[in-house]
């Protein structure tokens, strides 16, 4: 079993700026897994805050062989080998998990989401975000969501209320709300979830600093509106730790090392009467095509990686009334530019 890779930026349509970070563009990796004259596609898209870098990546890379691994894959075993390789990369290891999946897809004729179980007829709309930005910008980007029917707003900074009544000015789509750990005193973040429970909030991610548990999960007690645990939890051990703490999780295929870890979060999740955000980073159609399989196992999808990019080397994939409309294409259905 072969791997190739290859790097590039993957350039954002406009500055992306959240409560504590902006850029304009993403570091990506590209891997390719070869097999009896078949090729699956992974990606790895590194955002500078989870500590992951090309360079990282060119190294993780360099010391993996997958010339032991016998068809068909144990995931699983796959994940087991990585992790002894290091504790953390869950970008580069999401990407030789995904491109194994769509490699298995092609190899057994199946669609990935089919392997999962996952019915496309229950695809979630997806969200559109938008960064922090003036008001201006705000109304500029919210024409760019078209035929997205929910919104996600990056709060976590002291004008979220005046970016709410932006937004409100010109829309009333419902609305997804990330503070991104941005807000720091329990009442004041409680007092937000009712403001924004009123203003047509679905959801709200991660409201306080991760290590603050007592904190998010007195908000969550309180309110109104469901608490999404995002920065505070990465892999599936991460499920049962913040179990109570909030209403549901944000799962991402970067944070989870890939899809077979990503199921078993989501059912975990479910067995915990916990609900499921499907999340993304910075990426092109194969990390979104990978997130798309799995997300009709999920309650809420926020997979918006091609509507914001300019140099996705990939097809868009297709969309239709605010959801990714998955193929009968074996594997991924991934489609060059
Ligand atoms: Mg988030």
């Not at 999401?94 to 669609?111: F, R, S, T, V």
């Not at 960064?131 to 910008?137: E, F, Q, T, V, Y």
């Not at 870890?261 to 095509?289: D, H, P, Y």
């Amino acid at each position: 079993m072969k791997i190739g890779y290859k790097s590039f930026e993957l350039e954002l349509k406009y500055p992306f700026t959240i409560a504590r970070f902006s850029r304009t563009s993403t570091p990506i990796m590209l891997v390719e897994i070869s097999h009896e004259g078949l090729t699956g596609y992974g990606e790895a898209s590194m955002v500078p805050y989870m500590g992951e870098s090309i360079e990282t990546a060119t190294n993780f890379l360099a010391a993996v062989d997958l010339g032991w691994l016998k068809y068909p894959f144990n995931f699983e075993e796959v994940m087991a080998y990585l992790d002894k390789k290091s504790p953390g990369d869950p970008n580069i290891k999401a990407a030789i998990d995904i491109a194994l999946h769509d490699l298995a897809g092609k190899l057994n004729n199946i669609p990935c989401y089919r392997m999962f179980g996952s019915d496309p007829s229950k695809m979630p709309e997806t969200a559109y975000t938008l960064g922090i930005d003036s008001p201006d910008m705000i109304i500029r980007k919210l024409q760019d969501a078209g035929d997205c029917h929910i919104i996600k707003v990056k709060l976590g900074r002291d004008n979220d209320k005046e970016l709410i009544n932006t937004i409100r000015s010109v829309t009333n789509k419902p609305l997804f709300i990330d503070a991104n750990q941005g807000w720091t005193d329990r009442q004041q973040g409680l007092d937000m979830a009712c403001w924004l429970g009123e203003q047509g909030a679905l959801l709200i991610e991660q409201p306080m600093p991760k290590e603050d548990m007592d904190s998010n999960a007195w908000i969550t007690e309180r309110s109104p509106v469901p608490i999404i645990a995002d920065e505070a939890v990465q892999r599936f051990a991460d499920v049962d730790h913040v179990k109570g703490a909030y209403h549901g999780i944000n799962m991402k295929l970067m944070k989870s090392a890939g899809m077979a870890e990503g199921f078993r979060m989501i059912q975990r999740a479910k067995e915990l009467n916990m609900k499921v955000l499907i999340g993304c980073m910075s990426e092109t159609s194969c990390g979104t095509l990978a997130g798309a399989a799995l997300a009709p196992l999920c309650d809420w999808a926020d997979l918006d990686g091609p509507f914001l990019t300019t140099n996705n080397p990939f097809r868009d994939p297709d969309f239709r009334d605010g959801k990714w409309v998955l193929s009968d294409e074996a594997g991924l259905g991934l489609v060059a530019g």
